[in-house]
């Protein structure tokens, strides 16, 4: 297995077409385990040069409705009568401290995504 670290784009771009060919790759076989290293590698990459920021409460709010099939309706018993969801989701209106909690024990959205403002 002769495997480099990933120094550039070059490098980058070249480990990303080997990882498509060993995308058939048995799992505990050598190009598995090639596989998984490789994996690895542009993982530790993109983390460092594609820093994904963390959405905001309402993208965060929107993604979870879409995820999980959620209407405005299913939020009300977390954010207030239906009238009050729209005002939040259309950014009318900020998330109040009782929202935040129960959104983030309800639905499991990262709290720190609440809080953080647009």
């Known amino acids: 297995m002769n495997i480099k670290p990933i120094r550039n784009n070059s490098d ?39 820093p994904m920021d963390m959405p905001d409460a309402v993208d965060a709010i929107k993604f979870e409705m879409e995820q999980k099939g959620l209407t405005v309706k299913d939020l009300e018993p977390m954010i207030g009568r239906s009238n009050r969801v729209y005002e939040i989701l259309n950014r009318k209106r900020p998330l109040t401290l009782k929202m935040i909690i129960r959104l983030h024990r309800q639905l499991n959205i990262p709290a720190e995504c609440l809080i953080r403002q647009a």
């Open 12 to 50: 980058y771009k070249k480990t990303l077409k080997e990882i498509e060919r060993l995308m058939g790759a048995a799992t505990n076989s050598p190009a598995g385990e090639k596989l998984d290293v490789l994996t690895t590698l542009v993982e530790a990459w993109e983390r460092i040069h594609f």
